[in-house]
């Protein structure tokens, strides 16, 4: 079943220091499609959905719900190189659907293969679009807290849209291996998750993301023993701290 949403939310201002060649072309909006074409037809558990942004007018998202009322629900987005439906998405977006809340896992805008890490700072004020449409979708259809789960560079662009839309709608924030500091003091709770042996820009500045934690009930930083940056051999156990953590903040207990 497919269905579609308009985005209420747009920015228009792209700002990106020196741009590369690939930065300067924008998305790559055929090479998402391939990789639309790909996760579709592929989809076990959830729905393809569609979301509508001012820059594209058909995005994917994967909408799967719990059989019950969802205590909430969760944004999810994937990062750099990978798609909406790729190994540790698809586990968070099933897992905590089975833990009772609705999940929307976003595909984000990419640029070719051998673009930078660097290159997609241009894509951010697109991520942002996609992760407001789809916080509206999910407000249409009734659920009232949502919270953003997301992973890498996904982790990075979420944040950056928490600044510059003040967090609005957003109950909590759950970045997983973020690469780099916040922008700015988070204004929800979070749980900033890191894995034991994970990437040493991540490792490296985790601190000093830690000593930036707003001061609440709720709000830590953890680490996932055994395993690395892809949590390949950790997921289920990622998922339920996850779900812990945002069973306290539905229940406004922070």
């Given at each position: 079943?497919?269905?579609?949403?308009?985005?209420?939310?747009?920015?228009?201002?792209?700002?990106?220091?020196?741009?590369?060649?690939?930065?300067?072309?924008?998305?790559?909006?055929?090479?998402?499609?391939?990789?639309?074409?790909?996760?579709?037809?592929?989809?076990?558990?959830?729905?393809p959905v569609y979301l509508a942004t001012s820059r594209r007018p058909?995005?994917?998202?994967?909408?799967?719900?719990?059989?019950?009322?969802?205590?909430?629900?969760?944004?999810?987005?994937?990062?750099?190189?990978?798609?909406?439906?790729?190994?540790?998405?698809?586990?968070?977006?099933?897992?905590?659907?089975?833990?009772?809340?609705?999940?929307?896992?976003?595909?984000?805008?990419?640029?070719?293969?051998?673009?930078?890490?660097?290159?997609?700072?241009?894509?951010?004020?697109?991520?942002?679009?996609?992760?407001?449409?789809?916080?509206?979708?999910?407000?249409?259809?009734?659920?009232?807290?949502?919270?953003?789960?997301?992973?890498?560079?996904?982790?990075?662009?979420?944040?950056?849209?928490?600044?510059?839309?003040?967090?609005?709608?957003?109950?909590?924030?759950?970045?997983?291996?973020m690469q780099g500091d916040f922008a700015a003091v988070p204004r929800?709770?979070?749980?900033?998750?890191?894995?034991?042996?994970?990437?040493?820009?991540?490792?490296?500045?985790?601190?000093?993301?830690?000593?930036?934690?707003?001061?609440?009930?709720?709000?830590?930083?953890?680490?996932?023993?055994?395993?690395?940056?892809?949590?390949?051999?950790?997921?289920?156990?990622?998922?339920?701290?996850?779900?812990?953590?945002?069973?306290?903040?539905?229940?406004?207990?922070?």
């Open positions: 079943m497919a269905i579609r949403a308009t985005s209420r939310f747009g920015i228009a201002l792209c700002v990106c220091g020196v741009l590369s060649d690939a930065c300067a072309a924008g998305a790559d909006y055929a090479r998402e499609d391939r990789l639309v074409a790909e996760i579709v037809p592929a989809i076990v558990v959830g729905d058909s995005v994917l998202a994967i909408l799967t719900t719990p059989e019950a009322r969802p205590a909430g629900g969760v944004i999810i987005v994937h990062g750099l190189g990978v798609h909406a439906d790729w190994g540790l998405i698809n586990g968070l977006r099933t897992d905590l659907s089975e833990a009772g809340i609705a999940t929307l896992s976003v595909q984000m805008p990419v640029l070719a293969t051998v673009a930078s890490r660097a290159d997609y700072v241009a894509l951010y004020p697109e991520a942002g679009e996609r992760i407001a449409a789809a916080i509206a979708f999910l407000h249409d259809r009734g659920v009232g807290k949502i919270a953003i789960v997301a992973h890498s560079l996904g982790a990075v662009m979420a944040d950056k849209y928490l600044v510059s839309s003040g967090g609005s709608g957003v109950a909590a924030f759950v970045p997983i291996g929800q709770p979070v749980l900033d998750v890191i894995a034991q042996n994970d990437l040493p820009e991540v490792i490296d500045v985790a601190p000093v993301r830690a000593n930036g934690l707003p001061r609440d009930a709720c709000s830590r930083q953890i680490t996932i023993p055994g395993t690395d940056h892809f949590m390949a051999n950790r997921r289920k156990e990622l998922a339920q701290d996850i779900g812990t953590f945002l069973a306290r903040v539905f229940d406004a207990r922070c």
